[in-house]
C-alpha cells in the first residue's frame, strides 16, 4: 500500500479541478496500488465535491499569507504540510494543470512556492512525482528557479512537447503523457472555430447559422481587455451577447470557477454582471457539470479550458475564444 500526497490546483469550487483529481487518483491506483491512500492539498478542505475513499484533505500553506489574521492558520497549515511530507511514500504535483510565473491571478509568488514544497520533500527524501504538467515560465530570470524545482524527480511527465522543450533547455529530462479525458472524447463531435479571446470580432461568426439554439457562454475575466481597460471589456462582452441574442440564440452563463477568495477567478461574479429577464446563469458547478453531459447547450462559447475539454468531450459544438499557452495546447491535441 502507497501513500501518496497530492498537491495541485484544488479547491471545491472549480469544476474541472476536482474532475481532473478524480481521475488522477483513479490513474495513480492503478500505476501503483488500489488500497493506496491519498491526502491532497486543497484550498477549499471543507466542501470536496467529490467523496473519494481513501482520500482526505489538508489545507495548503501558505494561505492568504499577506494577511495579519492568518499567521496562526499558517503556522499549523505548515506544520500539518511537513507531517503529510513525512507521512508520504510519495509527494505528487500536478494533474494536468500548468506551472507558470505570470498569470492574472491573485497567487504569491508561484514558482517560490513550489520551490519550498521540493525542498522539503527532498528534505526528507521523498520521492516526488512531477505528472502530466504543462510549463508555461515566460521570465527568463526564472530559468533558474524552474531547474531547480524539477531537480532530481523521481518522474516527470508533461503534457505537451513546448513544456518537454522549456525543461529540456534546463537540463531535466521528461516524458509525454496522454491526456485520458481527451482520448475518450465523443465522436459526435465534428466542429471546431478557433479565435483569440484578445482580438476576436463579431463579423467571424457572420458565417454560421444556429438560429433558435441555446448557446453557453463559460467566459472568465480580465482576458477580453485591451491595456487593462476594463470598460472595454464589459463593453466586449455585452456586444457579444447583442449579437447572439440578434440571431434568435438564447443564452446561458456557465460559470466554471466559483472561487469565494479571488475576485478575478469568480466566474459567477464576473458574469451575472451580464445577466437580463432574457438570459439564464447556472448558480453551482453541479448544474454546469450537467449541461455539458445532457449536452443542453446546442453550442457552447468556450474560453475556460475546462469548458474547451468537457465540450469536447461530450460531443457539444464549440467555437474558442483562446487565451493563453494552455488553451493553445489543448486544441492542438483535439484537431
Known sequence: MKKISIFASIWAQNLWDELILKNEIELLKSEFWEGSLFKVASYDVKNPVFQIQGTSYFEYFPIGIKNPKNILRNMRNFLHFLAVTVWSDIVVIGGWWIIYDSEIQSVWNPLNQWLLRVKIARFFRKKIYFYALWIDIKQAENQKKLKEIFRNAWKITVRDEKSKAQLKGVGIVSSLVDDPVINEADEAWKILWHYSSWDFSLSDFDSYNF?????????????????????NEKEVIENLCSYIESKWWTIVFMPHSLHNSDEIANDYEFMKQFLNYEREIY????????????????IVISMRLHSIILSYVYGIHQIILSYSQKTDEVIKKIT
Open 283 to 298: 448558480a453551482n458547478l453541479w448544474e454546469v457539470y450537467t449541461a455539458y453531459t445532457h449536452k443542453i447547450p446546442d
Open 211 to 231: 438560429s433558435w439554439k441555446k448557446v453557453g457562454l463559460a467566459l472568465r475575466s480580465w482576458y477580453f481587455r485591451k491595456d487593462g481597460d476594463s470598460q
